[in-house]
Every structure is written in C-alpha cells, then in structure tokens.
C-alpha cells in the first residue's frame, strides 16, 4: 500500500525513515507526472503552471522504502527570499544522505540537460550520491530526434533511462530499478 506521510520544510518536520528514494529535477519536466506513473496513482500535484511544488513531500511505497519528491529548481519566478529558503529546504534534506539510496534526477529529453541540471549532477557527484537519470517526455520526439538527442545530449551520461509519465513509456523499468536499489 502506499500512503502519503508528510509534507516539510525543515529538518525537525522530516519523518524518521530508513530508505529513500528522492525524485529531483526543473520546474516543468514533468516530474510530478512521472512520479504518478511510477506508482499508478496521483500522489504529486500536477499544475498548469511549473514551480507548484513548495514542500518535500514523503510517501511510503508498500513500506520497502519512502519516496521523496522535491520542489523542482531553476524556477525563474521564485522571488529572493523564496529562492533562499528553497535552497536551505534542501541543504536540510540533502544532509541526510545515509537515508538515501537513489536519486533519480528528471530531465527533459527533447533538450538534455541544462545549467541547471548540470548544477545538480555536481552536487549529487560531489557528495556521493547514487543517481540515474530519467530523461522524460520522449514521447514528444520522433525516433530520429530521440535517437539525435539520445548521442547528442546525452552521450557522457551513463545511467540513463527514456522515459514518458504520459505514454507511460519505460515507466516499468525505471521503477524496477528504483525498486531494486531499494532492496
């Protein structure tokens, strides 16, 4: 069963766990959509507009480990003090990263990764974090662009999976690894 658990902003809000799963990436790639696709039900806001993510959210998936979805970064609206806390919010859950087994950073694969996304790559490098990334939204690019972008963009990648939340494209295999590095 999975169950919604908490919704924080700081260190003492988060829920004691022992195994995470956490779900990054830009505001707009469709990462709220991939996260419901993963676990076939609506647990992410979907919004019309990027940035509606305000909190870390956790959710406990069949009580094997918790998943953690994140506001999305490189929001270019989020005012000077929204940007600060923002940061802050993720220094806080970034400093318990002995919970976290996986990172699975969401990048948009009709444009690879950006400044923003590369920005994060660093981080997840520099602190030792294990990660893949779910390049989404291939369903909007034909076989020639996804193959193009796939050796273009992508090439100095290596844990990659294609993804698309709306055609449900890959969405299996990508949770079976989030699932096997949870055991």
Do not use: W
């Not at 000077?80 to 802050?88: G, H, I, P, Q, T």
């Not at 290596?158 to 096997?180: G, M, P, T, W």
């Amino acid at each position: 069963m999975i169950r919604f658990i908490c919704s924080a902003t700081s260190e003492k809000q988060f829920p004691q766990t022992e195994k995470e799963i956490v779900f990054v990436g830009r505001s707009n790639v469709g990462k709220s959509s991939l996260i419901n696709a993963l676990y076939k039900q609506k647990l992410a806001y979907v919004g019309k507009t990027p940035g509606k993510t305000k909190l870390i959210n956790f959710f406990d998936i069949d009580g094997l480990y918790t998943a953690v979805d994140v506001p999305g970064y490189g929001y270019a609206q989020r005012s000077k003090e929204e940007a600060v806390r923002f940061a802050d919010m993720m220094d806080d859950y970034f400093s318990r990263k002995d919970k976290i087994l996986l990172v699975v950073m969401i990048v948009d694969a009709r444009i690879g990764l950006t400044a923003d996304d590369l920005d994060m790559k660093e981080y997840l490098d520099e602190h030792e974090l294990k990660y893949i990334v779910a390049a989404n939204k291939i369903d909007k690019l034909s076989n020639n662009q996804l193959m193009n972008n796939k050796h273009k963009l992508f090439a100095d990648i290596e844990n990659i999976i294609f993804v698309s939340a709306e055609k449900k494209k890959n969405i299996d295999q990508l949770r079976r690894y989030i699932d096997d590095s949870a055991l």
